[in-house]
C-alpha cells in the first residue's frame, strides 16, 4: 500500500492570518521604546522572513539603524508580547476540518515556519490544532530560516521522510521548496506580494476545500 503523502505547512499566511497580531505586537514594541507607530499595511509586508528579519524591518520604517542600539531592546519588547500573540489571529475558511479530514485519512502533517516556535504553537494550542501535527520546524529550531531548505528538510525527516507537499503562501515559501527539490502548494491567499506564475508552484489553491483532491492526485494510485 502506497504510503500517504506527507504534508508539511507554512503558519502565518498559509493556515493562519496573523497580520493584526503581528501588527499589534510591532505597535507595542515600538511604542515600549518610544518610537512611533507603523500602519498595518506597512507591517504586513514585511512578514514572513522571520523575527529577527521584522524587528530590522520595523526599526528602518521609523528611521532607525536596524543593527544599532535600539535593535535588542526592540527585539526583547517584541518577544515578550509575541509569545502568546493570538487573540486577533484567525484560520483561514475551512482550514480545521480540512486538516482533521487529512489527519483522519492518514497523512503525517508537520509545520515549517519562520515563526519562533513559542508563539507558533500558541498559535497551535489556541485554535485545538497541535495534535494534528508530527513535528513543529520554527525560526529558532535550527541556526538558519527559510528559504534556506534545512528546516523544510527537518520537518520531513521528523515525519520520516517519504512523498511530501509542502504548502505555503509567500515568495520565502516557494524559494525554499525550490531549493530543497519538493513538491510546492501555493495558497494563493496569503501574504505573497509576486504573481502565482513567477513562484512556478507545483499547484495553486485558494479555498482549503480544493486541497483534498491536490493531495490525492500527488498520491500513488490516487484520483
Given at each position: 500500500m502506497?504510503r500517504?503523502?506527507?504534508?508539511?505547512?507554512d503558519?502565518?499566511?498559509?493556515?493562519?492570518?496573523?497580520?493584526p497580531?503581528?501588527?499589534?505586537?510591532?505597535?507595542?514594541?515600538?511604542?515600549?521604546?518610544?518610537?512611533?507607530?507603523?500602519p498595518?499595511?506597512?507591517?504586513?509586508?514585511?512578514?514572513?522572513?522571520?523575527?529577527?528579519?521584522?524587528?530590522?524591518?520595523?526599526?528602518?520604517?521609523?528611521?532607525?539603524?536596524?543593527?544599532?542600539?535600539?535593535?535588542?531592546?526592540?527585539?526583547?519588547?517584541?518577544?515578550?508580547?509575541?509569545?502568546?500573540?493570538?487573540?486577533?489571529?484567525?484560520?483561514?475558511?475551512?482550514?480545521?476540518?480540512?486538516?482533521?479530514?487529512?489527519h483522519?485519512?492518514?497523512?503525517?502533517?508537520?509545520?515549517?515556519?519562520?515563526?519562533?516556535v513559542?508563539?507558533?504553537?500558541?498559535?497551535?494550542?489556541?485554535?485545538?490544532?497541535?495534535?494534528?501535527?508530527?513535528?513543529?520546524?520554527?525560526?529558532?529550531?535550527?541556526?538558519?530560516?527559510?528559504?534556506?531548505?534545512?528546516?523544510?528538510?527537518h520537518?520531513?525527516?521528523?515525519?520520516?521522510?517519504?512523498?511530501?507537499?509542502?504548502?505555503?503562501?509567500?515568495?520565502?515559501?516557494?524559494?525554499?521548496?525550490?531549493?530543497?527539490?519538493?513538491?510546492?502548494?501555493?495558497?494563493?491567499?496569503?501574504?505573497?506580494?509576486?504573481?502565482?506564475?513567477?513562484?512556478?508552484?507545483?499547484?495553486a489553491?485558494?479555498d482549503?476545500?480544493?486541497?483534498?483532491?491536490?493531495?490525492?492526485?500527488?498520491?500513488?494510485?490516487?484520483?
Amino acid at each position: 500500500m502506497a504510503r500517504p503523502v506527507a504534508l508539511i505547512f507554512d503558519l502565518d499566511g498559509t493556515l493562519v492570518d496573523s497580520a493584526p497580531d503581528i501588527h499589534a505586537t510591532s505597535n507595542l514594541a515600538l511604542a515600549a521604546i518610544g518610537l512611533p507607530e507603523l500602519p498595518f499595511e506597512t507591517v504586513r509586508g514585511f512578514i514572513g522572513g522571520g523575527v529577527p528579519h521584522l524587528i530590522g524591518a520595523l526599526l528602518s520604517a521609523v528611521g532607525e539603524d536596524p543593527e544599532g542600539p535600539k535593535r535588542r531592546p526592540m527585539s526583547r519588547a517584541f518577544n515578550d508580547a509575541y509569545a502568546h500573540a493570538v487573540d486577533l489571529t484567525v484560520l483561514f475558511p475551512h482550514v480545521a476540518e480540512v486538516l482533521a479530514a487529512l489527519h483522519a485519512q492518514g497523512h503525517p502533517m508537520a509545520i515549517c515556519t519562520n515563526k519562533p516556535v513559542e508563539p507558533a504553537r500558541a498559535v497551535l494550542d489556541h485554535f485545538g490544532l497541535s495534535a494534528l501535527f508530527g513535528a513543529v520546524v520554527g525560526g529558532d529550531s535550527l541556526p538558519v530560516r527559510k528559504p534556506d531548505p534545512a528546516p523544510l528538510v527537518h520537518a520531513l525527516d521528523a515525519l520520516g521522510g517519504g512523498p511530501v507537499l509542502y504548502v505555503g503562501d509567500s515568495e520565502t515559501d516557494a524559494a525554499t521548496a525550490r531549493a530543497a527539490r519538493l513538491p510546492f502548494a501555493l495558497f494563493t491567499e496569503g501574504y505573497r506580494k509576486t504573481p502565482v506564475a513567477d513562484l512556478r508552484p507545483e499547484v495553486a489553491f485558494s479555498d482549503y476545500r480544493e486541497l483534498a483532491g491536490l493531495v490525492s492526485a500527488l498520491t500513488p494510485g490516487g484520483a
